[in-house]
């Protein structure tokens, strides 16, 4: 059992940026998979961001150049860097490990709200 809280969401100018954070109840060494989904209001939660154990990324064609996921193993914590950011980014973004290698598990974080706006 883990636990996943995401922090970091907010109000931001088009063309701003935020960082949000997401720290896990424990290690996330031998996670196969940290991801970032988000969910727009009346639409389905989509995939944003990836990046496995082993360090590879893979972004949504919507924020490839814009986005910026990362892991930090010793802080138990991943990050997912927004820059220029679009009011169609606005949603909420929720974190996301699996493991498949091992033991199948699946978890979420609760979400956090991100606003792009003028």
């Known amino acids: 059992q883990v636990q996943l809280v995401e922090s970091g969401g907010g109000l931001v100018q088009p063309g701003g940026s935020l960082r949000l954070s997401c720290t896990a109840s424990?290690?996330?060494?031998?996670?196969?998979?940290m991801g970032w989904y988000r969910q727009a209001p009346g639409k389905q939660r989509e995939l944003v961001a990836s990046?496995?154990?082993?360090?590879?990324?893979n972004y949504a064609n919507s924020v490839k150049g814009r986005f910026t996921i990362s892991r930090d193993n010793a802080k138990n914590t991943v990050y997912l860097q927004m820059n220029s950011l679009k009011p169609e980014d606005t949603a909420v973004y929720y974190c996301?490990?699996?493991?498949?290698?091992?033991?199948?598990?699946?978890?979420w974080g609760q979400g956090t709200q991100v606003t792009v706006s003028s």
């Open positions: 990046i496995t154990s082993g360090g590879s990324t």
């Open positions: 424990r290690s996330i060494f031998s996670i196969d998979v």
């Open positions: 996301n490990a699996l493991s498949v290698s091992g033991s199948y598990s699946n978890y």
